[in-house]
């Protein structure tokens, strides 16, 4: 589980500077909540995918 949660985390860092970078070049104004629900939605997938696919190659 801690290197499936280490991983996501430098994804959803990355994804984070990247929207950041889009939302500030295209002067979007999106709602903090909308913001915030969807980075922790993406990082729980994340780390899902990540669980199972670490698990699978172990057994």
Not at 30 to 53: E, I
Request: aromatic share 4%; proline share 2%; glycine share 10%.
């Amino acid at each position: 589980m801690e290197r499936a949660t280490a991983g996501a985390f430098l994804d959803v860092v990355i994804a984070v500077g990247v929207a950041l970078t889009l939302t500030s070049l295209l002067d979007l104004d999106v709602p903090g909540r909308l913001v915030l629900l969807g980075l922790l939605g993406g990082a729980c997938a994340d780390t899902a995918l990540r669980y199972r696919v670490l698990s699978r190659r172990e057994a």
